[in-house]
């Protein structure tokens, strides 16, 4: 019948006896000589898809991507959490190649009563840490000597000392740590949580990597994944000192503020049209973000990571003149910016061999830094509300490893181990002055409390004030999250 109708417009247009209070819809004119079966059948087949289009709009865009193209300004504006949470912004601060628990935050003196003797389940001889344990802060908790400064803000610490993983890979437990997953390319942790929460500076990333070069497994450890490509970690690389080397290309050369923005307003306009026109594409609308906030970037960003900006007394507090005071006063900074996650990257901690030197090393780089970084957050009153945590991708056997015949040391270390190591959490939450879990009596395997790392993501969202379990984006047909389908919220560790 509809046909029919059409048929009959078309007979009247071409023979002038259409009149014009006729009961079609519209004047007809020209156009409506090109409506073929074709048109008739595509247009009747969008029809339905475009009934459907409001229910597929969570999978092809996510919750946030539909709000964005439903009219909010950004997808990075500012979300509430599930319920009220006690932290509301993030440092991660990644000590990449596997610290030893053993001779940092769980002292074993059953290690050197053995020295020598094959303990637990492997071949290798127990050897006990080169390092004494003191007592720390009013709660009493033993931290290595490797850590004076860090012992000192320990009431406001909680070490957790039976995490384990399940293999003791370096590539696999990196990223399963920054993502929950070690195999397949999954969002970080980061982009988890400013797609939650969004960020409270629009001029800022809301995800910010500080990382000397390019990490091990490198931008997989801070990707968005099949989330929209706002909430993808901004990588800075931290080896140079300069905000021109630090950001590259963040002043333009060639054309004023004015002139770039005019440009990036008639750039939007042509890309509006062309979502019109065809459809929102993920990556185009990635694209778009980026440039506006690139543009955004040029003063805040100039400002924020200058850190001649901040008084001598505390660029000396943070040792700021070394690579880690650096990039935890940038931190600092980011934080008050409003930044939502920011990650500090510290490598160099594969200790096989030479062990006591390297490890103090390893200290005295972070040592001063972190300690400061705790206590000045504290003096600002942003600790309470600013989650801050610290671990590798996995521990060390609490036996020796020999050098091998071709090593320049003389001096053993340790392997790699994933049944049993430490992580540390403090601020927003945090339980602090408290040890979580333990391993057995010579740190080989995760005996109480035990804490995998879904359980420790969990934990995260928890104390950003989401049930991980509900904190989904859908993709390729199914509901994901950062938890995969494990993790327990850890409520010892929390306040």
Known sequence: MRVWRHRACIKSIV??????NSKYSHTPGVADLCFTRRDFLQRSGMGFGALALAGLMPEILGPAGAQAAGG????????????PGKARRVVSIFAQ???????????????AQNEGKPVGEGSGVAWGSPFKFPKCGQSGIEVSEV???IGKCIDDICVVRS????????EFCTVMFNTGSGRLVKPSVGSWVTYGLGSENQNLPGFIVLAPGTPLAGAQNWRSAFLPGAYQGTHINTRYTSIEKLIENIRNGYTTRKEQREQLDLLAKVNSLHSQQLQKDAQLEARIQSFELAYQMQMEASDAFDINKEPE????AYAADTEQGRQLLIARRLLEKGVRFVQVWHNGWDHHQNLERLLRTKGQECDKPIAAFLTDLKQRGLLKDTLVYWGGEFGRTPTRQLPNSTSKFEVPGRDHHNRGFSYWLAGGGVKGGTVYGETDEFGQNAVVNKVHVHDLHATIL????????RLTYRYNGREFRLTDVYGNVVKGICA
């Open 163 to 170: 995490m384990y993983i399940d293999a003791p890979v370096h």
């Open 313 to 316: 007394a505390v660029r000396a």
């Open 147 to 149: 850590f004076p400064n």
């Open 462 to 469: 928890h104390l950003l004030g989401f049930d991980h379990e």
């Open 97 to 111: 190649g596997g610290p030893t628990h053993v001779d940092t935050w769980d002292p074993k003196p059953l290690l």
């Open 15 to 20: 023979n002038d006896q259409l009149p014009m």
């Open 72 to 83: 909010s300004l950004s997808p990075l504006m500012p979300k509430q959490p599930h319920f």
